[in-house]
């Protein structure tokens, strides 16, 4: 797994949210030098703190890993996905509240 992709990945997409480094901390119950650490590619988090992660950021997994873990079929290889790869998080977020709420009038 490349770290500072990873990093990167995780750095974007809090400041997307407009969170500090101190409030992701908190949510995570990690000090704030464990998150900048992550954020420069110097460590990696553990599983239950990178759940932790994807949790406090609800951002999927497979965002913060695309090209560190190989899924045999990946979902932008059709033209919806290559779409959604180009999303920025914040993008993203609002077009998940859109499908929720389309998915929700269906019903």
């Known amino acids: 797994m490349d770290k500072l992709t990873l990093g990167d990945r995780i750095k974007e997409t809090r400041k997307a949210q407009r969170l500090t480094q101190d409030q992701l901390a908190e949510r995570l119950d990690v000090s704030v ?3 900048g650490q992550i954020e420069r590619g110097l460590k990696l988090p553990s599983i239950n703190v990178f759940i932790k992660i994807i949790e406090a950021l ?7 890993l695309r090209d560190s873990v190989s899924t045999g079929q990946l979902f932008g290889e059709n033209a919806i996905g290559r779409k959604i790869e180009k999303l920025t998080p914040k993008q993203r977020i609002a077009l998940e509240a859109l499908i929720d709420t389309y998915i929700q009038y269906l019903n």
């Open 33 to 35: 030098e464990f998150i």
């Open 58 to 64: 609800n951002v999927s997994a497979d965002y913060l």
